[in-house]
């Protein structure tokens, strides 16, 4: 390797990212730094015959390269000084001690570790899994892999939910352009990590048991006109695409939840006296709940519970269960 030089921004190779492990990088701290007191490391550069290929430094140039500079503080490997992995390795542990990865990041160093430069499997789990701190196993390793394939809106869209391993699992299930679809669907809500995980499996078991596309389902009219609503929150929205997809996954109770209110509309209840069917509608029974403050309030609740007995709605509610 040469000493420190000044290389010509323009001899620079910038479309060449063989060694660029960014994936939406913060410059901004990075830039204050550069037009405050200059450039603190150099660059690692390899010459070759079509001119300057960036090793380590990818935002450090462009950074340079806005500011208007002609060139930048160098240090210069010879074409043939040192392989393609040994480079690549190189630059992985200069940002590691200086700036660190995001998920995307980590995803991509994974990808070119086993497609690029064809480093054995075993090897990645072994020895650059907990270099990135990560587990060292297969399943962590495919998971990242599969985060690598995804397209650029779906990767944004991890790294800014911070999405957690299983759901990236769920995502990198469906194909390409069903990850499309469910995007769309994703972006207008606010969701956490159980409630992703809720429309994932939702979405697959009706895509599955309907035989349609995940786009037919997320493109239907009750879909679209929740997302659209502007009177409603992110989660407010999240409650009701919920809904919506439960109806669809679980249609034969939808059927006896609408029967079971329609009975409960013609018992017509005081309004702190509840009955409550058993969770989805499984299993045999219900519940009676209720609350009062004084003991009239009591009474009546008493004898209107008694009275449900000689009601043919409440027998037949009884049936339905």
Do not use: W
Not at 112 to 139: A, D, G, N
Not at 258 to 277: A, D, S, V, W
């Amino acid at each position: 390797m040469r000493p420190i030089e000044k290389i010509p921004i323009q001899q620079i190779v910038l479309s060449d990212e063989t060694f660029s492990i960014n994936y939406q990088p913060d410059l901004k701290r990075l830039r204050a730094s550069i037009e405050e007191i200059g450039l603190i490391q150099p660059v690692l550069l390899r010459k070759k015959l079509t001119g300057y290929q960036i090793i380590c430094g990818f935002r450090r140039v462009a950074i340079t390269k806005e500011l208007g500079k002609s060139e930048i503080e160098s240090r210069v490997f010879e074409e043939k000084e040192r392989d393609d992995f040994s480079l690549f390795n190189l630059s992985l542990h200069e940002n590691l001690t200086g700036r660190g990865f995001n998920m995307v990041e980590k995803a991509m160093i994974l990808e070119k570790l086993i497609h690029l430069f064809q480093i054995e499997p075993t090897v990645v789990i072994e020895r650059f899994l907990p270099l990135l701190s990560l587990e060292p196993h297969e399943k962590i390793l495919n998971t990242f892999l599969s985060l690598a394939r995804m397209e650029d809106e779906i990767k944004t869209y991890v790294l800014r939910e911070e999405v957690s391993r299983s759901n990236i699992r769920r995502i990198a299930s469906f194909s390409s352009g069903d990850q499309r679809a469910i995007l769309s669907l994703l972006l207008p809500l606010k969701l956490g990590e159980s409630r992703l995980r809720e429309l994932l499996i939702l979405l697959k078991e009706i895509s599955r048991i309907d035989q349609c596309s995940i786009e037919e389902i997320v493109t239907r009219p009750e879909m679209r006109a929740i997302l659209s609503e502007k009177e409603m929150t992110p989660p407010q929205k999240a409650d009701r695409i919920k809904k919506v997809l439960m109806d669809l996954r679980y249609p034969r109770m939808r059927k006896r939840e609408e029967k079971f209110r329609e009975g409960l509309r013609k018992l017509n209840l005081p309004g702190n006296l509840f009955l409550i069917p058993p969770p989805f509608f499984e299993g045999k029974g219900m519940k009676a709940e209720f609350q009062f403050e004084t003991k009239e309030e009591y009474q009546r609740i008493i004898r209107s519970l008694s009275n449900l007995a000689n009601k043919k709605e409440f027998e037949e509610m009884i049936e339905s269960l």
